[in-house]
């Protein structure tokens, strides 16, 4: 009797370690067997308004082991939920799938294998996420500096030019003096409108340079009106101090030009 007790206890306890190492086995051997897709790919047909998922999933037989489902998401909201029983080829494949999508438009693909492992991909459409409201906020913030740069540009032009062709016209210094002063109040705010410090740090690209010339046309254009201002403080230097005046002037309005055509570049205007 003891001795079948011990070869029952025997029996048990192997079958115990026989479940343990079969577990053990299982463990192992099924994610070795069941795998992830290698790789997805999103692509979008603007022409078709079809999404294609290109999955490469590698398998012995497509019948047997393949991805069982594909779950597209499109802005957080699924859209396409379909289950297989196998796949077309033992390695890459391609699923289309009729999605329109607009600017700003998310979709996230889910695709899981049959026996377990599942891969995602990502796909965003270009563009504004949400639409633009109603309001001041639909012009764009180049349109703004662009009309107030303008109009200070001209009004800086005439000043410049009312010494050179409007002596002859009565009052014409102060003609000059307001006519820049106007140009200048314009201007100021129209280079703060687009110059910010997170531009300075971007690598170099039509739009910084035409910052760092913005930057350049501010300083000059600061220097010009100390200059004017002080001028008449300068006694015997005073000459000099008008040529110097005179020749940011004609900086600025240079800088001014390259900098006009820079921003159109920027904007893609040219």
């Given at each position: ?13 192997e079958?115990k ?13 099924g994610?070795a067997?069941a ?7 999103l692509v979008?047909?603007?022409k078709?308004?079809?999404?294609a998922?290109?999955?490469?999933h590698?398998?012995d037989?497509?019948?047997s082991?393949y991805i ?24 890459t ?7 329109p999508?607009?600017?700003g ?6 695709a899981?294998c049959?026996?377990?492992?599942e891969g995602?991909a ?7 996420t949400v ?10 913030r180049?349109m703004?500096?662009a009309?107030?740069?303008?109009a200070?540009?001209?009004c800086?032009?005439?000043a ?7 002596k002859?016209?009565?009052?014409w ?12 109040i314009?201007v100021i705010p ?8 997170p531009?300075?740090?971007a ?7 035409h910052?760092?010339?913005?930057l350049?046309?501010l300083v000059t254009?600061?220097?010009a009106i100390i200059?004017s201002v002080?001028r ?6 005073k000459g000099?101090v008008?040529r ?9 309005i240079m800088?001014m030009?390259v900098?006009?055509?820079t921003?159109?570049?920027?904007v893609g205007?040219?």
């Open positions: 009797m003891l001795i079948a007790y011990d070869e029952r206890e025997q029996s048990m306890a079958q370690y026989g479940i343990f190492i079969i577990i053990i086995l299982c463990t192992v051997v994610p067997v795998h992830s897709p290698s790789e997805m790919q979008y047909s603007e078709t308004g079809d999404v998922l290109t999955v490469v590698g398998v037989d497509p019948s082991h069982g489902e594909v779950t597209i998401r499109k802005n957080g909201e699924a859209v396409v939920d379909e289950v297989y029983a196998g796949q077309p080829s033992n390695d494949f391609t699923y289309r799938y009729p999605l999508l607009k600017a438009d998310e979709i996230l693909a889910t899981e049959n026996i377990g492992g995602t990502r796909f965003f459409m270009p563009g504004q639409p633009t409201p109603l309001g001041p906020d639909t012009v764009p180049f703004y500096h009309v107030l740069m303008t200070g540009i001209l800086i032009l005439s410049g030019l009312i010494p050179v062709y409007g002859k016209i009565t009052g210094y102060r003609l000059h003096v307001i006519t820049a002063a106007i140009g200048s314009l129209a280079l703060f409108l687009v110059f910010r410090v531009y300075l740090s690598p170099p690209s039509v739009f910084a340079i910052v760092i010339l913005g350049l046309l254009l600061l220097g200059l002080t008449n403080r300068m006694g015997h230097r000099i008008r110097v005046h005179i020749w940011m002037g004609r900086a600025f800088l030009v900098n006009i055509l921003g159109l570049a920027a205007v040219i």
